[in-house]
Nanobody, 121 residues
Framework: QVQLVESGGGLVQPGGSLRLSCAAS????????MGWYRQAPGKQRELVAA???????NYADSVKGRFTISRDNAKNTVYLQMNSLKPEDTAVYSC???????????????WGQGTQVTVSS
């Protein structure tokens, strides 16, 4: 069994910052890619940022220079530091981890429960 728990969402004023966390627990052997996605009302889910096990990162053009994804492999946790937030960043943010479980030969994709981020004055 694997569980993902997200935290850190909330209401923030434009220009403010938030830090999201996504911690995985359970029978984990290793974690490959980690990513953050978001879905705003009436829009499709989009990739915000991702990081590989080797530390490479990629970002959506709309968040480059403002958001930073990082990971703590010892804690099986991925973070998303969001700075200079804009109203258009308002969405439900969900983490996605590519996890290899103990005793299972290949990786599977797991999703967090989602956390609401609202940017408004």
């Amino acid at each position: 069994q694997v569980q993902l728990v997200e935290s850190g969402g909330g209401l923030v004023q434009p220009g403010g910052s938030l830090r999201l966390s996504c911690a995985a627990s359970g029978s984990i052997f290793s974690i490959n890619a980690m990513g953050w996605y978001r879905q705003a009302p009436g829009k499709q889910r989009e990739l915000v940022a991702a990081t590989t096990s080797g530390g490479s990162t990629n970002y959506a053009d709309s968040v480059k220079g403002r958001f930073t994804i990082s990971r703590d492999n010892a804690k099986n946790t991925v973070y998303l530091q969001m700075n200079s937030l804009k109203p258009e960043d308002t969405a439900v943010y969900s983490c996605n981890l590519d996890i290899i479980r103990l005793g299972v030969p290949r990786a599977h994709s797991y999703w967090g429960q989602g956390t609401q981020v609202t940017v408004s004055s």
